[in-house]
């Protein structure tokens, strides 16, 4: 089993020890309702707990840095994702040597991302950061907001990959109802892509 996860793990060049105090903090912008935020929280705990690994999540709203972030990176009213992982990684809230704290950010918005309508959300494992992009009514319907907090985290936690994209000996193909494909087929995680991610921490994130 070790080839595939070394492989996966090469994929990686780690730009911070962002998880090293296992804080993640969530912002969001002013038209999120609580009650996004609380599917949101309660999803990733759940991950969390299936994969064997603790995570503070923090909320802290709108709090005005991070809306600042968040709309200086606004074009044509969307949001370009890169510029705003860039910003987060770089920020002096995770500079251990001025104060801050390593953590990781989740920032969820309305907006659109940048030239993308379609998707509703983006992750990176190496800047420590989830932007979902709850469009229309979106993050009205929470049982796709669970699905995508979870699909989404699951990047964050270290699966930059889905699921078809990494064949394993032994879990034969790749289950089409697993969490890790682009569409969100389902909330249940398969047990090829929940066995990366328990080796990932136990044995590369510790
Ligand atoms: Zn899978
Ligand atoms: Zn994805």
Redesign the pocket.
């Known amino acids: 089993m070790d080839e595939w996860v070394v492989w996966l793990k090469n994929q990686y060049t780690a730009r911070c020890r962002w998880w090293k105090n296992r804080e993640i903090r969530l912002f969001w912008e002013p038209d999120i309702d609580n009650s996004t935020v609380a599917v949101v929280m309660d999803e990733i705990y759940k991950l969390c707990q299936t994969i064997g690994i603790s995570f503070n999540l923090i909320p802290y709203g709108s709090h005005r840095s991070a809306m600042l972030q968040m709309q200086s990176v606004v074009r044509g009213g969307q949001i370009d994702y890169n510029k705003l992982f860039t910003m987060a990684h770089g920020e002096d809230w995770r500079n251990e040597n001025i104060g801050g704290r390593e953590h990781g950010d989740i920032f969820i918005s309305s907006r659109h991302l940048l030239n993308d309508t379609v998707s509703f959300g983006v992750a990176s494992h190496q800047n420590g950061c989830i932007l979902l992009s709850l469009h229309g009514n979106t993050q009205y319907h929470h049982p796709l907001v669970r699905r995508l907090a979870r699909h989404e985290a699951t990047h964050l936690l270290g699966l930059m990959v889905h699921?078809d994209k990494f064949p394993v000996n032994g879990y034969g193909e790749?289950?089409r109802w697993?969490?890790?494909?682009y569409q969100l087929p389902s909330g249940e995680?398969?047990p090829?892509?929940m066995a990366f991610m328990r080796h990932f921490w136990r044995h590369h994130r510790i």
């Open positions: 699921c790749h289950h697993c969490n890790m494909h995680t398969c090829k892509c």
